[in-house]
């Protein structure tokens, strides 16, 4: 799949048309079983990344997961990153700010959560709502918002030049007709019923105001490094095989190894044997 992560990424500058992208594309497998086999390695290699990353405690990984309602956010956490040991490894969800954090700016309840070396922070939505919610119900004036794209790739670099932050944004992208498909889904199995939100069918009403903020938060925000990938998202099992798989293609390209060990290994060995004969002596 090496031209999946060239296709799903939104170039720097570039305007996306979210209509001319199929949210249902499903690259060349036709199944979740045929591509299960897939998602398995893309894990089990992930896991040994992240291993390696926290034992190397030179670089950092922050995940951005966004999307419509029923986009996926939660399916893409619990799917993949279980994968990964939760040791090195935080999930933080933003929702709507409390009234301490509205009296500050709109960075500062972001700023804790960001990945310390040798971590992984996944945000299930974040910083950008701040430019798709609050732009799509005027909670702030436009003067405000507008200025906040800037803020952001500021912010983002920051997190990159000064502490070796690789960022991963993803746009879960779904049809109108999957999300509708979604909540039905909410309704009718009780084990999904805890999901469903009176906001869920209010917030449907502004699909296009939202796509219009969608698409340009993508245009101003996907930077070289803090890139945006636009995730076909109407099949589950697609939306998990392309982003395990550049995560994993993002790993590779830091070229981390495992840190040299802290003590004299002979020295340990020969404690060891001396600690072996002491216990076969007792
Ligand atoms: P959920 O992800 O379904 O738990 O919902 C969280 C809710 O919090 C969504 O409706 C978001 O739009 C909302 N939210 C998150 N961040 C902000 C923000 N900065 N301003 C206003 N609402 C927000
Ligand atoms: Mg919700």
């Known amino acids: 799949m090496p031209n999946l992560l060239n296709k799903l990424v939104v170039r720097p500058g570039s305007r996306v048309k979210l209509r001319d992208i199929d949210p249902g594309y499903h690259g060349h497998h036709e199944s979740h079983q045929e591509a299960l086999p897939d998602i398995q390695s893309h894990v089990q290699k992930m896991d040994r990344l992240q291993y390696l990353m926290y034992a190397e405690r030179k670089h950092s990984l922050l995940i951005v997961l966004q999307g419509l309602d029923a986009g996926g956010k939660d399916g893409v956490i619990r799917h993949i990153l279980t994968g990964m040991n939760p040791s090195g490894c935080r999930v933080t969800g933003f929702k709507q700010p409390t009234p301490e954090e509205l009296d500050h700016d709109f960075l500062w309840r972001v700023h804790p959560h960001v990945p310390g070396r040798g971590e992984v922070a996944i945000f299930n939505r974040s910083h950008y709502e701040d430019v798709l919610v609050v732009r799509v119900h005027e909670l702030a004036p436009a003067t405000v918002w507008s200025e906040r794209y800037r803020l952001i790739n500021d912010f983002e670099k920051q997190l990159y030049v000064e502490n070796g932050t690789t960022i991963l944004k993803f746009f879960l992208y779904i049809s109108k007709e999957e999300q509708l498909a979604r909540f039905k889904q909410r309704l009718d199995d009780p084990a999904r019923r805890w999901k ?60 981390m190894k495992l840190p040299k060990p802290t003590v004299n290994i002979a020295d340990i060995r020969r404690q060891y044997d001396l600690a072996q004969v002491a216990a076969k002596a007792s």
């Open 196 to 255: 469903i939100s009176s906001s869920d069918y209010k917030e449907r009403k502004f699909w296009p105001h939202y796509i219009q903020a969608f698409e340009e938060m993508l245009h101003r925000t996907s930077t070289k490094h803090a890139p945006w990938y636009v995730i076909p998202a109407n099949h589950k099992w697609f939306r998990d095989l392309a982003i395990s798989h550049i995560i994993n293609q993002s790993l590779e390209s830091l070229d």
